[in-house]
């Protein structure tokens, strides 16, 4: 079966974002990201806001002891579980109905055992990422190396707590790049190769 | 700079030793593995069945505490340090003067820094190579399993005791590729684009 999806891990400042959204342009299919916020909001009934704080938040791992005890209904769920599972709609709804990239949002697991969906994990050393989101995203009051961890060590949470996996495992993925050692346009050009020629 | 070596490193039953060949072959560049023993004996003054011996007794690693005592000459080294090192020379010596694929033998660790370089590492899941081990070598008195992890703990041993890093890590290699999900044939298609169209 030919490729429909991409979905696509990443480290911060890989250049995975930018991959992504490069990969979709050229196949001239859609690209998901924050983007999908939206539909999730609709879907679970939160607002925009409230998820995107949700997600900039340290992950629900961190305190799932007090997770376990408060904020939870008399299903036992808890407000991270119901965006949690609108958002698994949602992805898997589109995943129905088009052809798209999507980065992150645990995508690679909840689209991975689809026969039409490639998975992807971008990485690459420190180095070129501590130059890359400063070039990017400019110097704040905190050191590179430290944004580039925390923000790893959050997507990484998140990911274990909702998928049971480790975040990064070479072994969930069909492939991964190295950004740092190939350049993102080759791994653009990579990708597009393997869905236009190879699952073609 | 366009790649002229693909050094792979690869899990037992992945089909990785089939990968590097097939590429070399499309490429029409050479192809090294157990091939490369006889020019390590030269080197190293050893029998090519003793450094074969050596390659498939268990790594020094788990021996470490006794290698540190015993079987080591005046200079402090072991005859596996003597052979690794004749190996060292003998792969960079070919780098030098020679385009190949070759696998196996820590040569992502020992050439990954040249420019001219694609480390790749191939990986399966359990399923996958337990059929294809079958398939290949028969069946022996022991599962297919049990091969599959001794071999690789026996790899993975030598590979970080030389070379002190963790065998199969994402970080170490320019791509990974999953041949459970994508397949052998898909797998050398993508390393030959990468070669021929990426690099050039």
């Known amino acids: 079966m030919s490729t429909k999806i991409i979905a696509i891990g990443r480290e911060f400042g890989s250049g995975g974002h930018t991959i992504g959204m490069e990969l979709a342009k050229s196949l001239g299919i859609g690209f998901y990201d924050e ?18 704080a ?3 938040q340290e992950a629900p ?7 376990s005890l408060v904020g939870r209904d008399s299903k036992g769920k808890s407000m991270e579980d119901y965006v949690w599972e609108a958002e698994c ?13 999507i980065v992150g949002r645990c995508s690679d697991y909840l689209l991975g ?17 501590c130059k890359r ?44 790049l190295n950004s740092g050692k190939l350049g993102v346009e080759k791994c653009v050009n990579i990708l597009r190769h393997i869905v236009e020629v190879e699952n073609a």
Chains 1, 2 share one sequence.
């Open 113 to 129: 055992d689809r026969e039409d969906t490639l998975t992807v994990f971008i990485h690459a050393d420190y180095d070129f990422r």
């Open 61 to 67: 791992g961190k305190y799932r002891f007090a997770y």
């Open 35 to 52: 983007a999908l916020i939206g539909k999730i909001a609709q879907e679970s009934g939160y607002a925009e806001d409230f998820i995107r």
């Open 54 to 56: 949700l997600n900039e």
């Open 133 to 176: 989101i400063v070039e990017r995203y400019g110097e704040t009051g905190e050191k590179p190396l430290k944004r580039i961890k925390d923000k790893d060590r959050r997507r990484g949470a998140h990911y274990s707590y909702f998928t049971g996996q480790t975040w990064g495992d070479k072994d969930n993925f069909d492939l991964c």
């Open 89 to 101: 709609r949602v992805i898997q709804n589109l995943a129905e109905t088009e052809s798209f990239v």
